[in-house]
C-alpha cells in the first residue's frame, strides 16, 4: 500500500477516535467500512472521514477532503478534486473527475455529477447524469433534486442555477445563461438556453428551449 494510502487511513481513524472522546459514543454510521476494498484510497491526498470511499478505486487518486458517508460506489469520487460533504456523491462514478465542491445530500446517482466543474448546493444533482459536465453553479434543490425517474436534468449546463429550478429531464440540457429560482422544471423547459430567466419562469415543457 503507498504511503499517501497511509496518511489517508490514519486521519481516517484519528478522526472516529476524535468522535468517541468527545461525545461519549460515535452513531453507529460513523463507524461503517472506510477505504475498502484494498486500493481504494490509493494515492489518495484529500482527508476522507469514516464512512466513505467505499468500492473499487472509490477515491483513487483523489484530493478534495471528504466528509461521512460519501463517496461510495465504483469510482465514485475517483480523481475528485473538490470537497464532498456528507451524505454525497453516493453511486458508481457519481463524482468521478469532479473539480466543484459538493453540498450534502448531492450528486447522489449513478454518473450525477462525473466531470462536473461547478459547485453544487445541497439537495442538489440527484438524478442520472443530472449534472454531468456541469461547469456552472446550481442552487440547493436544482437540477434534479431528486431521482424521480427524470435524468439528465443539467447535462452541460454553463449558466448559473438558482435554488428549485432545472428538476425536469434535460430541463437545463446544455443551458448557457443564469436561471432564477423556482424556473425551469419541466421537460426541455430551457435545454439550449441562450438568454437570462427570472425566477419563476419557464416551468411548462418546453417553454423556453431554443434546442433545434
Not at 7 to 22: E, F, H, P, Y
Not at 42 to 57: E, I, L, R, W, Y
Not at 190 to 205: E, F, Q, V, W
Amino acid at each position: 500500500m503507498r504511503k499517501t494510502s497511509r496518511r489517508v487511513l490514519v486521519a481516517s481513524l484519528s478522526l472516529a477516535l476524535g468522535i468517541l472522546v468527545w461525545g461519549g459514543a460515535a452513531p453507529a454510521s460513523t463507524w461503517a467500512q472506510t477505504c475498502t476494498p484494498a486500493g481504494a484510497c490509493d494515492g489518495a491526498t484529500g482527508t476522507v472521514a469514516p464512512g466513505s470511499c467505499n468500492g473499487d478505486s472509490a477515491c483513487l487518486d483523489e484530493s478534495g477532503n471528504i466528509a461521512a458517508n460519501s463517496c461510495n460506489g465504483f469510482k465514485a469520487c475517483n480523481s475528485d478534486s473538490g470537497n464532498v460533504s456528507g451524505n454525497s456523491c453516493i453511486g458508481d462514478t457519481a463524482c468521478r473527475f469532479n473539480f466543484g465542491n459538493i453540498a450534502t445530500n448531492s450528486c447522489d446517482f449513478g454518473t450525477a455529477c462525473e466531470f462536473n466543474h461547478g459547485n453544487i448546493g445541497p439537495g442538489s444533482c440527484n438524478n442520472e447524469s443530472s449534472c454531468q459536465g456541469n461547469s456552472g453553479t446550481v442552487g440547493p434543490g436544482s437540477c434534479g433534486a431528486t431521482n424521480t425517474g427524470v435524468n439528465d436534468s443539467c447535462v452541460d449546463n454553463s449558466g448559473s442555477i438558482g435554488k428549485g429550478s432545472c428538476n425536469g429531464t434535460e430541463s437545463c440540457l446544455r443551458n448557457t445563461a443564469s436561471i432564477g429560482s423556482n424556473s425551469c422544471n419541466g421537460l426541455d423547459s430551457c435545454a439550449c438556453n441562450t438568454k437570462p430567466i427570472g425566477s419563476g419562469k419557464c416551468n411548462l415543457d418546453g417553454e423556453c428551449s431554443t434546442c433545434p
